[in-house]
């Protein structure tokens, strides 16, 4: 049978008719269509069930790998992987909360381009963001105060907590993205700047 759901009523009606002449039932061609009315909700049902089913059932490709070591200095272990660069402390434990967060963010975020976790407790993070709400986003998530933040050439810096992670955060590209002043201020990504009195 199609997927297409508007051939259901079609192909239940000639199954149907098929049906009542091969077992000669007494039925006319009224009753074979009102027949084929009826059934098509119940028949769609178990079509979309079996679909779902056979959906569940079907094996998701997917490819892990370890990430390519990097070459860095004595105290971390570099990995990178879909251009993302990890960087741990060799005394660092993997389940530390910094660690995780770095873990967690990475996975799930897609501006991350690089973490580094000194220690247990400290986690910096490099982003890309793609416009000012996502530069917003990281600010929230992050807990970093818009005062704190520190312009530096093609990046800002600032810092914030995390799940009790001091976390700090490397926004690069973003001063191409507040260099519209008003719809910055507006979504509260810098501060109001008093104008110098004389």
Request: glycine residues 6%; hydrophobic residues 45%.
């Amino acid at each position: 049978m199609s997927q297409d759901p508007r051939n259901v009523p079609l192909k239940l009606h000639s199954a149907i008719e098929m049906t009542a002449a091969l077992l000669d039932l007494p039925l006319d061609t009224q009753q074979r269509e009102a027949l084929a009315l009826e059934l098509t909700g119940p028949v769609r049902a178990l079509i979309a069930e079996a679909l779902a089913a056979a959906g569940d059932d079907t094996p998701v490709r997917y490819a892990v790998t370890a990430g390519e070591p990097v070459a860095d200095s004595a105290e971390f272990e570099a990995t990178e992987y879909a251009g993302c660069l990890a960087r741990v402390g060799l005394d660092v434990d993997l389940d530390s909360p910094a660690a995780e967060l770095a873990a967690r963010l990475r996975s799930t975020q897609y501006d991350v381009i690089a973490t580094e976790v000194p220690d247990a407790r400290t986690l910096g993070i490099t982003v890309r963001p793609q416009s000012l709400d996502c530069w917003r986003w990281w600010m929230h998530r992050l807990g970093i105060d818009p005062a704190t933040v520190t312009a530096d050439g093609t990046a800002v810096t600032a810092t914030g907590c995390c799940k009790g992670v001091t976390v700090r955060l490397r926004g690069e590209s973003v001063p191409d993205l507040l260099t519209d002043h008003a719809a910055a201020r507006l979504m509260g990504v810098i501060v109001e700047t008093e104008p110098a009195r004389p």
